[in-house]
């Protein structure tokens, strides 16, 4: 068969010229056929990770069986630069250890003895004491069963009488004799918060708690009194949340400090829309920003709001400090991190999603993507292990470098490899390219027991914000988002110390008016309350 090639050499003169141009349109539409198939592929899978983020499971969990059946069936197609290794470090990996299951115990768990109780007996009539033999029965026992009560929010109004006193004999004598005075004195009542408000620190931090805690916008704080039949206004709660936001400066000042004194630290980001604030539209997108930090047992979580997401925000945070800093890809923390005082630690969770989004329509665990998951799923078994093992940072760093690195010098070699011969523009290129650019600040958490393989603990301390922020939406104005970033790190350095917020709120609203110096406030972080706390109930 002659080729279209030989038809046009063997031609000359007019019809050559057209043949070459028949040629020549030909391959042009080949090409366009060819580029149009790889964005309708490209669009068709933006197209399904969109259906999936609208309707689909948000989890990047995936069933061990999957991960075994797949391990074993292409595992080794796949890796062949690297068979061996696969073979003796992922294998050994994946065997999980034989336990016995601890069968849990069925039925209704006990209510808990630290509530108040209240006895109500019940017996038997005098004539039903009386036995069939005719003698009065004894009684032998009972028969206990509880219920849990519940009372519904009661107000109380604290009047406060402030005796005043004054000396009879100067006020005649200064009728007589204006040099002498009349004496005049008046008891004084303890300090408040917020000066000449009918708010106590209980109501004021209950509305607190409610906002910031529950989630209840301050429009449905407002037809709950009313339902006690008080009226108290939105605008009245408000404004008490401004002046709040004011009085914990000092204290929430003292706490962000203390995240620069320990060297390990995270941060992460979220948006906040805010309506009026200067030079900028109400759809403008605004950011809280959360830093966390502190040791195990006195955790410290920091909200800013900011106008933007400058890489300047984080670098003026951390100004000074030295040690890690889990963060994530965003290029607004590589300066940062580049720093020679800091560690940088990127997110393997990040690194995950990006391949689980590369995988094929339908979530099949399958491809280039597939793998990367699959060895990504053995990093977090293993650290998943070490945790159930409650294991001390020196143990968890001799694990990790006898069984997770061996696990990332496959990965490195599997991706180097693939990056060669992917679409740099695919959906698995990107992956594979975010993954790659990244690598230093992604093994890092094998050189310390201490760090973390992702960002997740950061994302978690977030996420109180984010599920607000779906209640009430919006700031109002500036000095509302900072009012609401200073308020959630109070509650959620609270929580993070498992110091009850409410209480916790309530002691520090009490003693706020006191404080004047540094030691004051201290004694005010959420470690310190809880001693106290707990001394007094005990």
């Known amino acids: 068969m002659i080729s279209l090639e030989e ?48 309707y689909g499971a948000s989890s990047e969990k995936q069933k061990a069986s999957d991960i075994q059946e797949q391990l074993d069936a292409d595992l080794f197609n796949e890796f062949e630069l690297c068979a061996q290794l696969v073979d003796s470090e992922i294998t050994e990996v994946e065997e999980p250890p034989v336990t016995t299951p601890i069968k849990k115990r069925s039925g209704r768990k006990p209510l808990p003895k630290h509530l108040p109780r209240k006895v109500i007996e019940h017996d038997l009539t005098t004539d039903e004491k009386i036995c069939e033999c005719g003698q009065e029965m004894e009684c032998i026992g009972a028969n206990v069963s509880e219920q849990l009560d519940y009372q519904p929010a009661k107000l109380t109004v604290i009047e406060h009488r402030c005796k005043k006193y004054g000396c009879e004999s100067c006020n005649t004598a200064n009728k007589t004799n204006p040099a002498i005075k009349a004496q005049l004195k008046a008891a004084s009542k303890p300090l408040q918060l917020l000066p000449k408000s009918i708010a ?38 408000s404004e008490w949340m401004l002046k709040l936001g004011r009085a914990v400066i000092p204290l929430f000042n003292c706490l962000q400090d203390k995240v620069l004194d320990y060297d390990l630290a995270y941060a992460d980001e979220t948006t906040i829309q805010v309506l009026n604030e ?52 965003y290029a607004g923390y590589s300066k940062l991190i580049a720093k020679p005082e800091i560690t940088g630690i990127n997110c393997m969770a990040h690194v ?80 594979i390219r975010y993954t790659l650019k990244r690598w230093p600040y992604l093994i890092t958490y094998l050189e310390d027991g201490r760090y973390e393989i992702d960002n997740n603990r950061c994302e978690r301390a977030i996420k109180p914000f984010v599920m607000g922020r779906k209640a009430w939406l919006f700031a109002n104005s500036v000095h509302g988002a900072h ?16 110091c009850d917020p409410a209480e916790y709120l309530n002691y520090i609203f009490e003693k706020l008016p006191y404080c004047q110096s540094i030691d004051d406030y201290e004694a005010l972080t959420p470690w310190e309350v809880k001693k106290v706390i707990s001394d007094f109930k005990a």
């Open 7 to 54: 038809i046009v050499k063997n031609t000359s003169g007019e019809t050559r010229k057209v043949l070459e141009q028949f040629v020549h349109e030909t391959a042009e539409v080949i090409k366009e056929k060819r580029r149009l198939e790889k964005a309708n592929e490209y669009y068709s899978h933006e197209n399904g990770l969109l259906r999936k983020k609208l």
């Open 200 to 237: 106590s620190a209980s109501l004021l931090s209950q509305i607190v708690i409610q906002k910031f805690c529950d989630h209840l916008p301050l429009y449905r704080q407002e037809t709950i009194f009313k339902r006690l039949s008080i009226k108290l206004s939105r605008q009245t709660m």
């Open 278 to 329: 200067p030079g900028r539209r109400a759809q403008t997108k605004s950011y809280i920003w959360c830093f966390m930090g502190g040791p195990p047992d006195e955790r410290i979580i920091i909200y800013q709001y900011h106008a933007s997401r400058k890489a300047e925000i984080p670098e003026t945070f951390f100004d000074g400090y030295q040690g890690a800093l889990h963060c994530d890809g």
């Open 352 to 431: 995950r999603r990006k391949f689980m989004d590369a995988l094929p329509n339908g979530n099949k665990m399958k491809g280039v993507s597939g793998q990367v998951v699959r060895l990504i799923a053995q990093l977090y078994k293993i650290e998943k292990s070490l945790k159930a093992q409650q294991a001390v940072p020196q143990t968890i760093l001799a694990t990790r470098h006898e069984k997770s690195k061996p696990i990332f010098e496959v990965l490195k070699k599997y991706l180097d490899e693939k990056s060669r011969c992917v679409p740099p523009k695919s959906k698995i290129g990107e992956a």
């Open 483 to 498: 009012t609401s970033a200073r308020l959630f790190s109070l509650i959620e350095t609270a929580k993070a110390n498992e």
